[in-house]
């Protein structure tokens, strides 16, 4: 089965560090871009950025460079979303997904079920 | 960035209906457009792709059209499933997604 599994919910204070996952199955995980989208509470999606884990070529979106990093590790099937100092605007789901053509940046097919980030003091 | 701008922002519809959701681009995206349906609490789904693509798997009311920079989501008899935001999303340039559109039934 093709699926993305990420990692649990987390909790964190203001300036803290946080890196969290997104393991892919069932696919060539090196040969399809990865996206990272994410939703505030109650509002809507936002395209964050996008790695190819085969090469690490990594895209940002304007609104979220220097907010973040993604990365991959395609030895071990797993994208990442880091963030070195953590702030309350921070707080929301943050979902994977991958691209649904192989090298290709395209529509998302496949989403892991999201991680819920919460940053209070 | 290329914005998306979608219409309504909400709509309220019943079982039967015929409803049509709009997204509009900032400048020409080709057919660079893909549709999402999101329930609470879950993921999104992947609805259309390349405008007019139906994925496998959805329900052949949902169809897509348009190309430049508008685009339609129609879905030609409502169901209660259908309940649910959608959300449109170019890929031409990097991506974008628009704001949202929460339907409701009636």
């Known amino acids: 089965e093709v699926q993305l599994v990420q990692s649990g919910a987390e909790v964190k204070k203001p300036g803290e560090s946080l890196k969290i996952s997104c393991k892919g199955s069932?696919?060539?995980?090196?040969?399809?871009?990865l996206g990272w989208v994410r939703q505030m509470p109650g509002n809507g999606l936002e395209w964050m950025g996008i790695?190819?884990?085969?090469?690490?070529?990594?895209k940002y979106s304007p609104s979220f460079q220097g907010q973040a990093t993604i990365s991959a590790d395609k030895s071990i099937s797993t994208a990442y979303l880091q963030w070195g100092s953590l702030k309350a605007s921070d707080t929301g789901m943050y979902y994977c997904?991958?691209?649904?053509?192989?090298?290709?940046?395209?529509?998302?097919?496949?989403w892991g079920q999201g991680t819920l980030v919460t940053v209070s003091s | 960035d290329i914005q998306m701008t979608q219409s309504p922002s909400t709509l309220s519809a019943s079982v039967g209906d015929r409803v049509t959701i709009t997204c509009r681009a900032s400048?020409?995206?080709?057919?660079?457009l893909a549709w999402y349906q999101q329930k609470p609490g879950k993921a999104p789904k992947l609805l259309i792709y390349?405008?007019?693509s139906l994925e496998s798997g959805v329900p052949s009311r949902f169809s897509g059209s348009g190309s430049g920079t508008e685009f339609t989501l129609t879905i030609s008899s409502l169901q209660p499933d259908d309940s649910a935001t959608y959300y449109c999303?170019?890929?031409?340039?990097?991506?974008?997604f628009g704001q949202g559109t929460k339907l409701e039934i009636k």
């Open positions: 997904a991958r691209a649904m053509i192989v090298g290709g940046i395209e529509a998302f097919d496949i």
């Open positions: 400048q020409t995206i080709s057919n660079w």
């Open positions: 390349k405008a007019s």
């Open positions: 999303q170019q890929y031409y340039s990097y991506s974008t």
């Open positions: 069932g696919f060539t995980f090196s040969s399809y871009w």
């Open positions: 790695i190819y884990p085969g090469d690490s070529d990594t």
